[in-house]
């Protein structure tokens, strides 16, 4: 039967692609200026040919991914710190002004990005922050002033206190046990101890000795989302031998030993705007599995690191002094929307419905035309993506970048708000990011069965991750481990 369902929606895919192409060859034979209509009809005989070709591969391909094993998240979980762990303005200030580590110039520049930066005061730091130099350097045996640094032991704190708490939280309310997980992902892009952090829950969590474990680093905002996709392709790869497999995926970083103690103010913005956060999800291919939250539907991942520009947007370097950090350039917001612009165009035929899809298929042959026809490129129409999904997780990269995407995405501020309101109350908290606006939707009770939601994310090198779910049930808002419980009925705020 299943078998049968996923060829019929191959078959409907091909109508629909095909009939989209048409329409729009129509459409432009009917309205396009007489240059371009008898440009066409020379080259109707070529055009004709390389459509049929690429719907003919398009169709092999949509065959191929329909025939696939169904993926399933069966659950995730949020790290939510404890309460006196909140990274208020106040505490930031006395903060930087206690290491007497930057100048007035640069207090005065973070003060003005903070303030900025669409973050609120109940954000979370590494512990570092909360703590004496004295007891958070303990092989000193005296304070030296102005030393505020943090060291190994602040770094594995800060990534075991999050992936201990997410993790035992995804396995009680799943009744899993440890012995039931056969991959461990682990991402975490600038934190990577020896033994590895997934051997370090091997250690504490006793998995089987047969585990598969995966370590990811460098891979930005958007790992956590790719690590999801890594995670469909294990468990997928088991479909001939029809062996059920479970994924955990945890999704941290550990900025503890990433603070930048330093006046490059490229590198200072990172001060600002990324806080503690982490999240663990199970990725599964039990067909049988009744309490799975979503489907995964589809999945893209581009890389736009072959252009120079793209690649340098955020980079990890060292500053005149030597002082480590990670410089955000001035053109990352740019490189954002060229990569989202890009990422879109190959997303688009695989999530649109018809009637967008024909108009969206009908500007892209148009622009094509003009360009070839030396008339100047034609404008993109940029599709309704509100017609293919009920609920959209924006990045939650930093104020200016969801600005972004809403401008190039034409997007609501409705449409946004789960972004804006996750950077308000838990800052750009990488890899995890994508997992607290998922909370976000379900401590309102958003999502129903059937709904269609679409993760976006952004990581460094350029790449663009998006995942695409339909919900298996409805959410649950008295979830009593969704980090929003406690302060869900203050959201939406007002200003931003």
Not at 146 to 170: C, K, N, R, T, V
Request: aromatic share 10%; with cysteine; net charge neutral.
């Amino acid at each position: 039967m299943r078998s049968a369902a996923n060829t019929l929606t191959t078959h409907v895919k091909f109508v629909q692609v095909s009939f989209a192409s048409l329409l729009a060859l129509t459409l432009l034979l009917i309205h396009g200026t007489p240059f371009i209509t008898n440009f066409i009809l020379h080259h109707l005989t070529l055009s004709l040919s390389l459509s049929l070709a690429y719907i003919s591969l398009l169709s092999l391909l949509l065959r191929r991914s329909s025939s696939r094993r169904r993926v399933y998240l069966l659950d995730y979980s949020c790290f939510k710190p404890a309460f006196d762990r909140k990274l208020s303005f106040e505490v930031c200030e006395y903060f930087v002004r206690r290491t007497r580590r930057f100048s007035l110039k640069s207090e005065e520049f973070m003060r003005g990005i903070y303030r900025k930066s669409g973050l609120g005061d109940e954000t979370y730091g590494p512990p570092f922050i909360f703590e004496s130099s004295s007891s958070n350097h303990k092989e000193e045996e005296e304070e030296e002033e102005g030393e505020e640094d943090a060291y190994l032991h602040s770094a594995l704190q800060e990534a075991q206190e999050g992936m201990f708490s997410s993790i035992d939280s995804l396995l009680s309310k799943t009744h899993m046990s440890p012995h039931e997980i056969d991959i461990v992902i682990v991402t975490c892009g600038m934190f990577n101890p020896i033994p590895s952090l997934t051997s370090i829950l091997v250690n504490k969590y006793k998995f089987k000795h047969d585990v598969k474990t995966y370590n990811l680093s460098g891979m930005g905002c958007s790992s956590g989302a790719m690590s999801i996709d890594l995670a469909a392709n294990i468990v997928r790869s088991s479909s001939t031998t029809n062996k059920t497999l479970n994924a955990l995926v945890v999704a941290t970083e550990s900025i503890s030993q990433n603070w930048y103690f330093g006046d490059d103010r490229s590198m200072l913005v990172t001060n600002c705007i990324f806080r503690v956060g982490c999240a663990a999800a199970i990725v599964t291919n039990n067909n049988d599995s009744t309490m799975a939250k979503m489907e995964l539907l589809t999945a893209l991942r581009t890389h736009h690191g072959a252009d120079d520009a793209s690649y340098e947007a955020a980079l990890q370097r060292e500053d005149g002094f030597g002082n480590p950090g990670v410089a955000l350039t001035k053109d990352l917001i740019r490189v954002a929307a060229q990569g989202l612009k890009e990422h879109v165009r190959l997303l688009a035929p695989r999530v649109l419905p018809l009637s967008q899809l024909v108009w969206y298929v009908y500007s892209v042959v148009a622009a094509r035309l003009t360009m070839t026809t030396g008339a100047g490129g034609g404008k993109l129409v940029v599709p309704d993506f509100s017609t293919a999904f009920e609920h959209m997780c924006v990045h939650t990269g930093g104020k200016a970048v969801i600005e972004q995407v809403g401008r190039v995405m034409r997007l609501s501020e409705e449409a946004t708000e789960p972004a804006r309101m996750s950077l308000h109350r838990f800052g750009n908290t990488s890899s995890s990011l994508v997992f607290y606006e998922l909370a976000y939707f379900e401590a309102k009770g958003r999502v129903k069965k059937g709904d269609r939601v679409w993760v976006l994310a952004f990581g460094t090198g350029f790449k663009v991750c998006s995942l695409v779910f339909r919900a298996l049930r409805d959410s649950q808002p008295d979830e009593i481990d969704n980090p929003w419980r406690d302060c869900i009925h203050r959201y939406p705020l007002k200003a931003w």
